[in-house]
């Protein structure tokens, strides 16, 4: 599952954005769009705006829940009380590894067949003549193989697969929750003002923090 | 390679990159999103320090204005920021059940009622009023019958149209804006409306007039906060009703 995360301040100006993958499931975190997905991203959560302004005054809650579809790019969505939004925009990997190139098969076959073992110590040599950075992904097979001998996740369930199911929307809130709490620390700063660009590390460092911790 | 796109992707790069973009730390390493959001009930400031500041920023926004209108305006201003901050931490504050976004006009002005005043003045505000003038019915008041703001602001002979809660009617203003209210808010101090100006000192309110003529001797610095939404406010409003 890929993510991209965007704060959008109340003029549909972008305020802060950041991409990322699971972790869950032995993912590492990185987010597998391609170059022309990314750009698409942008605009399909721009488009998902005017939903989430329809949507606004129905329902007083702040979590809107998903707003938007567009093929396989779902979109979730959190409102501020001064009306900030934060959407998310999540795509199950399915999609993304008939799209992208090399690296993705090898970590969604890690992922699904049960004979992990000896599948992960197969396909690193054959992707070394491509792909430079081997030890990152050595690094993630090795992690997905601990979780899943372990046997306490199936893929069925997982976050990742089900982009609609009670379980992504109970993460996403979670992951939307954090977010809130550390968007309101970052506007009590006396030198920030609506609609400035959120620039600190230390918020970029605590969004990943929550996306590794619930997506 | 695919690992390197997303951490190019954004502007800032991750927490191990703070030194590069020429962020400082505290020494003792806790930014602001280090301190916890909630306080506790007792966490209350000095009245006596908020006396001195305010009377400072009274002073401040006097500065090279040409009359009271402007000096309003500009304690207006430095309420509004506030308001919008307020808006969102009160919010966080509140336990998730009822951590509901404000709908419609009075569900907002409640919230303005009892938890911005709560938060900035230990109190409620005193009453909440609709205009009964049925040309204006985009006109609500919140009264206050003795802001804060004012304990110890003594307002010249000469200035009496001047009442200092213009900070905290930008503080409401600022609420209103953020939550998609957008209004105008101002604040009249009631004797004005039948009496004389000398109504407004700390010994005034001997100039009873017939209905107000008790509450304004009783409490002498009552002020209103007169709130104007704008007219797509209630159009919006109007449609809401309509579909539910």
Same mark, same amino acid.
């Given at each position: 599952m890929s993510y991209y995360f965007a704060i959008i301040g109340t003029q549909d100006n972008p305020l802060f954005e950041y991409e990322?993958?699971?972790?869950?499931?032995?993912?590492?975190?990185?987010?597998?769009?391609?170059?022309?997905?990314?750009?698409?991203?942008?605009?399909i959560i721009h488009s998902s705006l005017d939903i989430v302004e329809e949507v606004q005054?129905?329902?007083?809650?702040?979590?809107?829940?998903?707003?938007?579809?567009?093929?396989?790019?779902y979109i979730s969505c959190f409102l501020t009380a001064s009306n900030i939004k934060f959407l998310l925009l999540h795509q199950p990997p399915s999609s993304s590894s008939s799209s992208s190139?090399?690296?993705?098969?090898?970590?969604?076959?890690?992922?699904?067949?049960?004979?992990?073992?000896?599948?992960?110590?197969?396909?690193?040599?054959?992707?070394?003549?491509?792909?430079?950075?081997?030890?990152?992904?050595?690094?993630?097979?090795?992690?997905?193989?601990?979780?899943?001998?372990?046997?306490?996740?199936?893929?069925?369930?997982?976050?990742?697969?089900?982009?609609t199911s009670p379980q992504t929307e109970e993460a996403i809130r979670n992951f939307f929750a954090e977010v809130y709490e550390n968007y309101v620390k970052a506007i009590m700063s006396p030198f920030y003002r609506t609609n400035m660009e959120i620039r600190s590390p230390v918020f970029r460092a605590r969004v990943a923090a929550a996306g590794r911790k619930y997506l | 390679m695919s690992n390197h796109l997303p951490a190019g992707a954004g502007n800032g790069g991750g927490g191990g990159r703070a030194g590069d973009s020429g962020l400082r730390y505290p020494s003792n390493g806790k930014t602001i999103y280090h301190r916890p959001l909630n306080r506790t009930k007792t966490a209350e400031l000095s009245k006596a320090a908020f006396a001195y500041l305010f009377a400072e920023m009274v002073s401040y926004a006097q500065r090279r204005v040409t009359g009271i209108q402007e000096l309003e305006k500009r304690l207006?201003?430095?309420?509004?920021?506030?308001?919008?901050?307020?808006?969102?931490?009160? @919010? *966080?504050?509140?336990?998730p059940?009822?951590?509901?976004?404000?709908? !419609?006009?009075?569900?907002?002005?409640? +919230?303005?009622? $009892?938890?911005?005043?709560?938060? @900035? *003045?230990?109190r409620q505000a005193d009453r909440l009023?609709?205009?009964? !003038?049925?040309?204006?019915?985009?006109? +609500?008041?919140? $009264?206050?019958n003795e802001p804060l703001v004012n304990a110890y602001i003594s307002v010249?002979?000469?200035?009496?149209?001047?009442?200092?809660?213009?900070?905290?009617?930008?503080? $409401?203003?600022?609420?209103?804006?953020?939550?998609?209210?957008?209004?105008?808010?101002?604040?009249?101090?009631v004797g004005d409306t039948g009496g004389s100006g000398s109504n407004n000192g700390s010994g005034g309110g001997?100039?009873?007039?017939?209905?107000?003529?008790?509450?304004?001797?009783?409490?002498?610095?009552?002020?209103?906060?007169?709130?104007?939404?704008?007219?797509?406010?209630?159009?919006?409003?109007a449609l809401i009703g309509a579909k539910s």
């Open positions: 990322f993958g699971t972790s869950k499931q032995g993912g590492d975190g990185m987010a597998r769009f391609t170059e022309q997905a990314r750009q698409l991203n942008q605009f005054w129905t329902n007083g809650q702040m979590y809107l829940k998903l707003v938007d579809r567009f093929f396989t790019s190139a090399l690296p993705h098969p090898s970590s969604s076959a890690s992922a699904s067949t049960p004979s992990l073992i000896s599948s992960s110590h197969h396909h690193p040599p054959s992707s070394t003549s491509v792909i430079p950075s081997l030890s990152t992904l050595t690094g993630g097979s090795n992690s997905s193989t601990s979780t899943l001998t372990g046997g306490t996740s199936r893929t069925s369930t997982s976050i990742a697969a089900n982009p | 207006n201003l430095q309420g509004h920021p506030i308001g919008l901050k307020l808006l969102d931490l009160l @919010l *966080f504050r509140e336990p059940r009822t951590q509901l976004r404000p709908l !419609n006009i009075i569900a907002l002005l409640h +919230f303005i009622k $009892i938890n911005v005043w709560t938060h @900035l *003045f230990g009023e609709k205009s009964s !003038n049925p040309d204006t019915p985009d006109e +609500f008041m919140i $009264i206050d010249p002979k000469e200035m009496s149209q001047l009442n200092c809660a213009a900070f905290a009617a930008g503080i $409401i203003e600022g609420v209103c804006d953020g939550a998609g209210f957008p209004a105008r808010v101002t604040a009249h101090t001997t100039g009873a007039d017939g209905g107000r003529g008790e509450g304004g001797e009783m409490w002498p610095g009552r002020t209103v906060f007169l709130v104007k939404f704008q007219p797509e406010v209630l159009e919006r409003e």
